[in-house]
């Protein structure tokens, strides 16, 4: 009858009097089997915490070692595009100005993002902070992500057109060019980088990430930043195409003013915490649930404070 009580009780939503005149005794007996429902543990009634962006947002900065970032709460669809508007918010916080170089990377959140719409800063330099992939699916088309992104702002785009991961040989070739090294030289005077935070490959399949033979055998990676990959502590991972690819380095990307990492998803939180550690970003754009995963990942033994 406990079982049955509680069912009744619980999933049917009866409420105590209904249950008690179907089963033939007092309410007073159901009460009681309730209660010891929840005592043997038939029932468990949890109450869940939820971090307010606000107080989020504070923990993230000072958890992460952080900038700056924003927290939006999550929304039932199209969590990546709503993270545009907290992006157009520190982007315009930045004080961006004509000639100001603003670095793109690659990934569905900066596609969506991009997509969704940027603040108007005429004059912004746009560039792509990798080279490209020889893939079609839309999150890789990084100078396509550029051009989209320079339209918004009312700038200029710059393009490489080169792969990110070339042969050592082709590399020199690639770099040789007058049109890809006045892009690339854009690098050094970076003032605001906007870039993804990559699964580790463990749980994001190959076709997905379109990674090699090589980073898939990364297993110790909790994720990466431009192909740039790192443990759960921050510490860098060297693997065989590191040396060769067209890509902002890790130094290049630590001397930028603003490195904002624009992710969602309570399966990237020890990804986004290794990337902040190894000082590949310094901002965060985030959602509610993801920000919760985070903190509780920094925090496991301790109640997060902040909570309604």
């Given amino acids: 009858m406990l079982h049955t009580v509680a069912k009744l009780h619980y999933e049917a939503e009866m409420s105590q009097v209904d249950i008690a005149r179907r089963l033939g005794v007092s309410t007073a007996t159901i009460s009681r089997l309730l209660q010891r429902a929840r005592a043997e543990g038939i029932v468990r009634i949890e109450v869940l915490d939820i971090v307010t962006p606000e107080a989020a947002t504070a923990q993230l900065i000072e958890g992460l070692g952080l900038r700056d970032a924003a927290v939006v709460e ?13 992006l157009g ?5 930045a004080e961006l100005s004509a000639g100001s170089v603003v670095a793109i990377g690659w990934g569905r959140a900066i596609r969506e993002v991009i997509r969704a719409g940027l603040p108007r800063i005429p004059g912004v330099l746009t560039v792509a902070a990798t080279g490209g992939m020889q893939q079609q699916a839309a999150h890789f088309q990084i100078n396509e992500f550029v051009r989209l992104a320079a339209e918004e702002f009312g700038g200029t785009p710059h393009f490489i057109h080169a792969p990110y991961l070339p042969s050592t040989e082709l590399r020199d070739v690639f770099l040789g060019d007058a049109a890809i090294s006045d892009s690339v030289a854009l690098w050094d005077r970076t003032d605001v980088a906007i870039v993804g935070v990559g699964l580790p490959h463990a749980i994001n399949p ?11 055998a990364l297993f110790q990676a909790a994720g990466d930043v ?3 990959y790192f443990d759960a502590e921050g510490t860098l991972i060297a693997w065989e195409g590191e040396s060769r690819m067209i890509a902002m380095t890790p ?6 003013p603003l490195v904002i990492g624009v992710a969602a998803g309570p399966e990237k939180a020890t990804a986004i915490i290794g990337a902040a550690r190894a000082k590949l970003i310094n901002a965060l754009i985030t959602d509610t649930k993801t920000a919760q995963a985070i903190l509780e990942a920094l925090l496991p033994a301790r109640a997060i404070p902040g909570k309604v």
Wanted: charged share 15%.
């Fill in 74 to 86: 999550t929304p039932a669809a199209g969590v990546l595009t709503a993270l545009a508007a907290p």
């Fill in 89 to 93: 918010g520190l982007l315009r916080q």
């Fill in 206 to 216: 190959p076709e997905a990430s379109a990674a090699t033979l090589s980073e898939q």
């Fill in 226 to 228: 431009l192909r740039h």
């Fill in 251 to 256: 130094a290049q990307l630590r001397a930028v």
